[in-house]
């Protein structure tokens, strides 16, 4: 390679998209870490507190509480959006009337997580809900479901797999089509029965798309916001709050900036670690995933 | 390298051009300056006082609405800053004080000088911090219990007159399968306070004012026995559906004679007419018997003021706007005509008994009602109040919680008393 | 796959898969009855019950009156447009430039500026919040359309030049040094060469961005105020202080989600080409 005399105007064509994530990105997260040390309260200059913002994430029980319930999301986006989908895509390849099936799964990821929740609170709500009548009809009265903190995680999950189910099945199915055909009949002329097939060979292939379904899954549960903020803002009291809804709270509703941003710290570290995997792989040049 | 010189200023002129002209203000006749609130259901009467000052005095009042989520934080980091709004609404007690003590309230004692006379009396002392006036009065409102007519005329009732009878009436709609109390979750977490509050000055008025000053706790018995009458109405399931929102669910219900009773602030009248209830026909106020001698005689009052932020640029012009506010008729009108706010003097109590007797009636009410003590929301420190609110919501469905949330409160306030320099 | 299933076996699967279509389409059913309705027919009248078949056009196209007009919907639509639009050709295009100089061009170490830019989307965007408002804030941007849309287009960057990195990739590096020897310029081959043979790139960033911009509640709470995005608006029409009738709400939110539905039909083909196009080696 010859040396270069001259400044090299590639970097031209680098620096737009570098700045703009410097400034929207980047310096911003320095900021919040910066933030994530100090006592703010916006009226009265950041004070350094050091770690004890962080001390409090993990020992305030409302805080510990959005812990449980993030996790709890995670988990819940994992197995419901994630695995199940993956388990009725390879139902839908069964049928002969897939478009219709993945029509109906699909429609709903077309809708935001706002317009999600707004649909569902309307069914879910007592008066004038579209779901108490049906069960009324039946002979039974259901208390209000989504001021019960003992089980509104439980739904407002319910919603998000809803809205995030038929993105997910899109994937895996168009995973399943891309699929070399030769591996699955060797196995199936081998004897091997649909179950085998599924795991040994099947899902091998599918490995990349799952991965890169995993990982997003993982990061859009771990920020969880828009659900349980429009349904019933992480109530009742703080009941429903998922660790970006307490973070917004703390910050913004509460004024504690320090504490706001140390939440905001926790969530990057466990995204990136949860992500780490996917992360590693696309640091080896020229591999995608 | 010259020829992209002059294209690197030519770029920037426009640039440059284009920047000033999204910043450049209107015409220099009418002078303006921004208005902040958190009620997009005011916002049109805003535009409207705005646009009538500016006919009346030249001085052109621009609101924003903000989300109401965020408008106190945004109001906070504004008031550092020269962006700081020239008017403001905000909260009063404690909630005005933090502003107060940072130094970002601007001193309205010119201002009352001048129009004070405008001004109810007594209204000027509970907007002073240190004897100095720091706001004007946006609405004065106390807290009633709005009843629902068609419960009352269904059942040819009367209102009851002592306590015995108010519990016997509650007992006498869950039979009937109405629901006494709309105080609700729904979508807003801060109405959670309000029954606590109703019951425990009821009590025993002189305990509720040591206790919002830090100078009781939240495990003394009569505390306690605040929550247990509380815990045991949730119990009897005297209270509205919990997702019941409040400006559209418990008017509904209140309208069509499924519920009793919602004990609010007056302002709460402007919420139902909108959703169509006619006040007298449709819905009537009353204040509940009071449990206890030491509960006779007081009453809840609330006051939402409108500030002046002192690093504003546009603070003279804040406060040259608030005297019109406060004297002109054209500011009485919008404000009584539209939002049926009784603001200032100008709005007499013929206007008010003439076009809301009900209102009309809350003003004959109080006067029975000599010790006015400041809501809940407002009375005590805010850190406390956010803590208590949010634990009141987990009362409102687990009511058999009770003392664990006391005891949850009792621990916040020993932690943030002592940052107020109270001793606790 | 052609694998031969039991008779039994496709008759669970058939239960399975219809319980779970009907459980999906409830809420939309359900939606679907309500925007039909007038306000005043939804308070009198119990949830399931149906106005007459004549009154339902005219229902509809009152809610869909209201919903645009009184309840400023419209109005927010229309800045949500200029925000995706801008977010998704923006980024699209800045990433195009990036992607091609990474793979194409001699940059050192173009491994570490693509992580530079990527770690970005690692971070949830509560992280970006505070400071952004600040310097939006500083440089008189808050409160406009422009700095909002230039807050989506610096988030939607990272995510874009991973695509087009990828998409590069997938061209001979050859033929672009060919060119330059033939003494195209950089931005010539760019040009001419790289950015009309990466439209599929650009469909699929385009396609994911202004879906994304489209669909942000967040960054609409915080750093607007006149003008607010959809989503941030039917939050407000439906949050506590709201008194907007439910049908118009519902006739607003599923008129706000149009434009998705519409970019994820026409593009369908780009889009699920996208996602193979990040997995694909």
């Known amino acids: ?289 | 390298m010259k020829k992209g010189l002059v294209k690197v200023l030519v770029l920037a002129g426009s640039l440059l051009l284009v920047w000033t002209f999204f910043l450049a203000g209107a015409g220099a006749e009418v002078r303006e300056f921004s208005l902040f609130h958190d009620n997009p259901e005011f916002h049109s009467s805003w535009i409207n006082l705005g646009e009538a000052s500016a006919e009346d005095i030249g001085i052109r009042a621009v609101p924003t609405d903000y989300e109401t989520e965020i408008y106190a934080s945004r109001v906070k980091i504004d008031l550092t800053t020269p962006r700081a709004p020239a008017v403001f609404k905000w909260w009063f007690g404690y909630r005005a004080f933090e502003l107060w003590d940072a130094g970002l309230l601007a001193d309205l004692s010119e201002v009352y000088e001048e129009v004070g006379e405008y001004i109810a009396p007594g209204i000027k002392e509970a907007l002073s911090l240190d004897g100095v006036p720091y706001a004007l009065p946006f609405n004065v409102g106390y807290w009633v219990w709005y009843y629902s007519k068609a419960v009352y005329d269904q059942y040819g009732l009367d209102l009851p007159e002592t306590w015995e009878e108010f519990e016997e009436q509650m007992a006498f709609f869950k039979e009937e399968g109405i629901y006494s109390i709309g105080n609700t979750i729904g979508v807003s977490r801060w109405t959670s306070f309000i029954v606590f509050q109703e019951i425990l000055y009821r009590l025993d008025a002189d305990f509720y004012y040591r206790l919002v000053n830090g100078q009781a706790r939240y495990t003394d018995p009569t505390a306690v026995e605040a929550m247990e009458i509380w815990k045991d109405w949730l119990e009897k399931g005297y209270f509205a559906p919990m997702d019941a929102t409040f400006v559209e669910d418990i008017p509904r219900m209140l309208n069509e004679g499924s519920l009793a009773f919602a004990p609010f602030g007056d302002w709460y009248g402007g919420i139902l007419q909108d959703q169509g209830l006619v006040p007298d026909e449709d819905y009537g106020v009353f204040i509940p018997p009071a449990i206890n001698p030491e509960g006779e005689g007081a009453i809840i009052l609330e006051i939402s003021p409108l500030c002046v932020g002192v690093n504003s640029p546009d603070k003279e012009l804040g406060k040259e706007w608030l005297k019109w506010y406060a004297s002109s008729e054209s500011a009485a009108e919008i404000l009584w005509g539209e939002l049926r706010f009784p603001s200032t003097l100008n709005i007499t109590v013929d206007m008010i008994q003439e076009d809301d007797p009900v209102l009309a009636r809350v003003f004959e009410l109080v006067e029975d009602y000599p010790n006015a003590m400041i809501r809940y929301w407002e009375a005590t420190p805010v850190e406390i109040v956010e803590h208590a609110v949010d634990e009141f919501n987990s009362m409102l469905v687990s009511p058999g919680r009770y003392m664990e949330i006391l005891e949850s409160i009792e621990n916040r306030a020993k932690e943030v008393w002592p940052n107020y320099g109270v001793e606790y | ?281």
Not at chain 3, 128 to 152: E, S
């Open chain 1, 1 to 289: 390679m010859k040396s270069q005399t001259r400044p090299n105007s590639a970097y031209l064509f680098l620096i737009p998209a570098l700045a703009f994530v410097l400034v929207a990105e980047l310096i911003p997260v320095i900021y919040t870490t910066y933030f994530s040390f100090t006592e703010w309260n916006f009226i009265t200059p950041p004070k350094w507190v050091g770690f004890s913002n962080y001390l409090n994430v993990f020992t305030t029980p409302v805080l510990i509480n959005s812990l449980k319930n993030t996790a709890l999301w995670v988990i819940g986006t994992l197995i419901f959006a994630v695995a199940f989908p993956l388990f009725i895509a390879s139902l839908i390849n069964l049928v002969p009337v897939k478009s219709i099936f993945k029509a109906i799964f699909i429609i709903p990821s077309t809708f935001s997580p706002t317009v999600a929740g707004i649909f569902w609170r309307r069914v879910l709500v007592s008066r004038q809900g579209a779901l108490m009548p049906l069960f009324e009809s039946m002979g039974i009265t259901l208390q209000p479901l989504l001021p019960n903190p003992d089980i509104n995680t439980y739904i407002l999950i319910g919603v998000w797999i809803w809205q995030y189910f038929g993105i997910n099945l899109l994937l895996f199915l168009v995973g399943l089509d891309t699929i070399p055909r030769d591996p699955i009949e060797a196995a199936v002329i081998d004897g091997a029965n649909y179950r085998q097939v599924f795991t040994h060979v099947t899902f091998p292939l599918l490995r990349p798309i799952v991965l890169l379904v995993v990982a997003n899954a993982i990061i859009n549960s771990i920020r969880m916001f828009d659900i349980p903020w429009v349904m019933i803002e992480g109530g009742p009291g703080r009941a429903s709050e998922t660790l970006a809804i307490s973070l917004y709270r703390e910050s913004f509703l509460l004024f504690r900036m320090g504490l706001g941003s140390s939440i905001a710290v926790v969530i990057s570290i466990f995204a990136l670690l949860a992500s780490y995997r996917y992360l590693a792989a696309l640091g080896k040049e020229k591999v995608a995933l």
């Open chain 3, 1 to 281: 796959m052609n694998i031969k299933m039991k008779a039994h076996y496709m008759v669970l699967v058939y239960v399975i898969l219809i319980v779970l279509a009907v459980v999906w389409m409830f809420p939309l059913v359900s939606m679907a009855t309500l925007i039909v309705k007038s306000p005043a027919e939804f308070n009198a009248f119990p949830f399931w019950s149906l106005p007459e078949i004549q009154a339902m056009p005219g229902n509809l196209a009152e809610n869909f009156r209201a919903a645009m007009v009184d309840a400023e919907i419209g109005y927010s639509f229309f800045n949500s447009l200029i925000y995706a639009m801008i977010a998704g050709v923006g980024s699209a295009f800045l990433s195009s430039l990036a992607g091609f100089a990474l793979v194409h061009l001699r940059i050192r170490a173009p491994q570490s500026w693509f992580m530079t830019i990527f770690i970005g989307n690692m971070f949830p965007f509560q992280m970006f919040l505070i400071p952004l408002y600040l310097f939006l804030n500083a440089l008189y941007l808050y409160d406009t359309r422009l700095g909002l849309a230039l807050v989506y287009l610096g988030i939607c960057i990272p995510f874009a030049l991973f695509v087009y990195r990828n998409y590069a990739f997938t061209l001979p590096r050859d033929f672009f040094d060919a060119a330059m020897v033939d003494g195209a310029s950089k931005w010539g081959s760019f040009y001419r060469l790289f950015f009309p043979m990466t439209i599929p790139a650009f469909a699929v960033v385009f396609c994911f961005q202004f879906m994304w911009t489209w669909n942000d509640l967040l960054f609409g709470l915080i750093l607007s105020e006149r003008y607010r995005p959809v989503m941030t608006a039917l939050m407000r029409l439906s949050g506590a202080r709201a008194t907007v009738p439910e049908p118009i709400l519902v006739t607003g939110a599923i008129v706000a989600s149009l434009p998705t539905v519409i970019v994820l039909l026409v593009m369908l083909k780009f889009f699920v080409r996208g996602f193979t196009l990040v997995t694909e080696k």
